[in-house]
């Protein structure tokens, strides 16, 4: 029995690894293809679990698989690892075979694909993050060269980019190496327009989506949030509760429990660590809200963060407040209900 049912396929830039399975779970074909040649391959065997690694093109091949015929199956590479026969030799066609064996198992967690969409709008994201990036370390590099002739124009980069014009025509500095200071201000308002440019395609995604609008009804979370999470998130209605979905973004504590006795330590800091930063630098602002405000003037969350402040210091607050923030984003998006702040008192009364 030669009939392919089940296949693991390791994805790379220029050479893709397939190991296909019959019903009885056997290996009947190992090969290697060239990224053009993949897709002609799929066309030419009958439809079957195909599962993958939820890396780069993994998504694109969902979509390319799904139109001809095949289930498609995404895992998370973390997940697929312990299935590798021998951790000492890692290669394509044994990672082929471990994403084989993981996809057949019953209790495999999988990921879900995203649209055309949503991988647009997380490139403009992923783009503005580079541009920033790209921004800071050529600051950075600046100062570093004025430091090389004496002059040290201190850590603050509004500073230093209105101080540029004028040390192009410092006398301490040498002829040859003034250009470089007007090559770095234009380049710099180069950076600024594509950000610009970012924020803006950024802004009218969150706009238009009334999922993100929704989403923004939370303090602390803001255009640049609600649509990350818009546009990262699939489906909210994949993961069960609240906790799972603060789980995917690393937000909960790592354990080491045994014998019935729990241990837990710090995040985990798995999943996508672009929306984690963002839910907590909007965390910030809502602890300095809640700081702010009069004891009596502060709602059922603002009195649980300044006690939660109090209790565990600044910086574990945050990362609570951001967990609390995605649960909420889940039972917003998975119920499609607006952000209630009396929420609790509804489910209050019918749990009594």
Partial sequence: MTEITTVG????????????????????LRKQLSFSAFAAWAANIPGCVIGMEACSTAHHWVRVLSSLGHSPKLMAAEVVAPFRMSRGA?????????????????????VSPKS?????????????AGFLQERKSLLNRTRGLLAE???????????????????????????????????????????????????????????????????????????????AVVATVSDAGDYRNGRQLAAWAGLVPRQNSSGGKSRLGKITKRGDSYVRG???????????SALKRQAHQRSRLQQWIVALQGRVG???????IANKHLRMIWAILAKGEDYDPNAWRRYKRSAA
């Fill in 149 to 227: 002739f004496g002059i040290w124009v201190g850590r603050s980069a509004a500073v230093l980019i209105r101080r540029l014009p004028e040390l192009a025509d410092e006398p301490r500095l040498p002829d040859l190496f003034k250009p470089i200071l007007l090559h770095t201000l234009d380049h710099l308002r180069q950076l600024d327009q594509r950000i610009d440019e970012c924020d803006a395609r950024i802004a009218d995604h969150a706009r238009h989506s009334e999922a993100a609008q929704r989403i923004q009804q939370l303090s602390g979370v803001g255009v640049l949030t609600a649509s």
């Fill in 9 to 28: 396929v390791d994805l790379a830039k220029d050479v893709i690894v397939v190991c296909a399975s019959n019903a009885a779970g056997a290996v009947v």
């Fill in 116 to 128: 055309i969409e949503q991988q647009a709008m997380l490139s403009w994201h992923r783009a503005r």
């Fill in 90 to 110: 890692k290669n394509d066609h044994n990672d082929a075979e471990a994403i084989l064996v993981a996809v057949q198992q019953p209790t495999m967690r999988f």
């Fill in 278 to 288: 963002l839910l907590t630098q909007g965390a910030r602002s809502t602890l300095q």
């Fill in 314 to 320: 600044y910086h574990k607050t945050l990362v609570a």
